[in-house]
């Protein structure tokens, strides 16, 4: 472990617009960088922008695939990644937790170049293990306040409407180790605990119409058939807590986003990752959408279960709990370049980074070169869509200097995200859930790139 803090305030704010970069300039500059450093490769330079250009005038020498016969069709039934992508895995942090059966695995975002995270890189959070369940006698029970009380099999749910959709997933406790310093130099461990896949299944709306749910009903309580039987209660409209305080409006409109997944992907769900049923509940707490999905039963009261109280929820500074904070906030990071992608020499570069609001669409994304004193806007890359990772990215001209990178997010609410300072102003520091502030990396000398927290920033 190991933690870093910077003295530099931030003097203002002054974001210049929409970055304006002579595109072909950028690129001849990047092409030009690009064949240098084969060339700096070959002459074992450590910076490739200190090697002349030199025109390749003679035909490539055909390599040692092209003697030889490849692998025939299905000698891998399901298609695997290059070996030489072997370093592209999901990974845990060993003091995080006491055993592996209660813990978490962090998707690698440093290495992903799109929005969707393959199957089998989806972080995974278990409370007592990830279980294989029968889809043949699996059932699905929705009771409680209905007019019909239902059992569904596999079957019912598939022969149903389906809808599908692409949203993030996002544990509370992504960064949850940074809340008071920097702990890990590794963007897959300070927010790898989020994923954004396609899913696919049934409207929760249309199985309450199906079975004719009470409007009385403002809470519905999901559980799944794990060994710890993971439980959340899940407000509605009208939903208020324990003690009768209305719960804030945007919880309680979540649930119609809601769906009972049983595809992830395009592909049926991983046993990991709930198979053959979850509860998806885009844009709040992942631990919300209820792997193993067992029963749903609709209530007017929510259930305060143990999750609700001995874990997900928060200490503040006053000494009171923060409890259903459900949503996720608006967050952002840059994965290139960041710990994991450090700089390979002087001149151009695209600055890329991801960014989400459980809240909606993000409305526009801010760079950062210099710790925050200046600003400008990221373009954004399509397709920007609700609840759902929008990747972001900026041109970069290094010049080997020392650099603090960071992005700032907005989302279509107006929502911007924090600075760690704003953060721990409102919730002290002995908080674990829900840290959403600015991330900041510093880009060295000697190109290589750190975490860093700024002081007072």
């Known amino acids: 472990m190991s933690e870093t803090t910077l003295d530099q305030t931030p003097q203002s704010d002054a974001r210049e617009g929409v970055a304006s970069s002579d595109r072909r300039k950028f690129l001849r500059k990047s092409v030009a ?7 700096a490769a070959a002459a074992g330079n450590a910076y490739a922008g200190d090697v002349k250009l030199e025109t390749v005038t003679d035909p490539l020498k055909p390599g040692a695939t092209r003697n030889i016969l490849g692998r025939g069709v299905v000698s891998v039934p399901y298609g695997m990644p290059s070996k030489f992508e072997k370093h592209v895995v999901r990974r845990n942090v060993s003091w995080l937790t006491a055993d592996t059966v209660a813990s978490i695995s962090f998707t690698p975002w440093q290495d992903l170049n799109g929005i969707i995270t393959p199957n089998g890189l989806h972080f995974e959070r278990h409370h007592a293990g990830a279980v294989d ?8 029970v929705i009771h409680g306040m209905v007019d019909k009380p239902m059992i569904f099999t596999m079957e019912d749910l598939k022969r149903m409407p389906s809808h599908t959709a692409i ?40 199985l309450m119409e199906y079975v004719g749910v009470d409007p009385k009903s403002t809470w519905l309580y999901a559980e799944g058939t794990d060994g710890s039987a993971l439980q959340r209660s899940i407000p509605m409209e009208g939903a208020k807590d324990q003690f009768g305080e209305p719960l804030p409006a945007d919880s309680c409109e979540m649930y119609k986003d809601a769906m009972i997944a049983y595809a992830q992907n395009g592909e049926a769900l991983r046993p990991e990752n709930g198979y053959p049923i979850r509860f998806l509940l885009p844009g709040c707490e992942a631990n919300m959408s209820i792997k193993w999905l067992r029963r749903i039963k609709f209530v007017d009261k929510p259930l305060v279960t143990y999750q609700e109280t001995r874990h997900y929820i928060e200490p503040l500074p006053d000494g009171t709990i923060r409890q259903f904070s459900l949503v996720n906030e608006t967050n952002s990071v840059i994965n290139y370049p960041c710990p994991d992608n450090q700089m390979k020499g002087k001149g151009a570069y695209e600055i890329r980074g991801i960014a989400w609001s459980g809240r909606g669409k993000i409305a526009h994304v801010d760079v950062s070169v210099d710790g925050g004193k200046n600003w400008k806007e990221a373009e954004l890359v399509e397709p920007v869509m609700s609840k ?10 290094w010049n080997g200097d020392e650099h603090l ?7 279509e609410t107006g929502y911007v995200q924090p600075t760690l300072m704003q953060l721990r102003n409102v919730r002290g520091t002995n908080s674990i859930y829900h840290k959403n502030s600015i991330q900041a990396w510093k880009i060295e000398k000697t190109g290589e790139v750190k975490n860093v927290q700024i002081e007072n920033f």
Do not use: Y
Request: hydrophobic share 40%.
């Open 167 to 206: 949203h993030f997933l996002e544990c509370p406790a992504n960064g949850a180790m940074e809340w008071r310093g920097v702990q890990m130099d590794s963007m897959q461990f300070t927010h790898g605990m989020m994923a954004c896949s396609e899913w696919t299944g049934v409207k929760l709306t249309d």
């Open 388 to 397: 759902c990772v929008t990747k972001f990215k900026l041109p970069f001209e």
């Open 33 to 39: 960088l690009a064949a240098s450093g084969a060339a």
């Open 405 to 411: 990178i960071m992005s700032r997010a907005t989302d």
């Open 133 to 140: 369940v029968d889809p043949e006698t699996h059932r699905l």
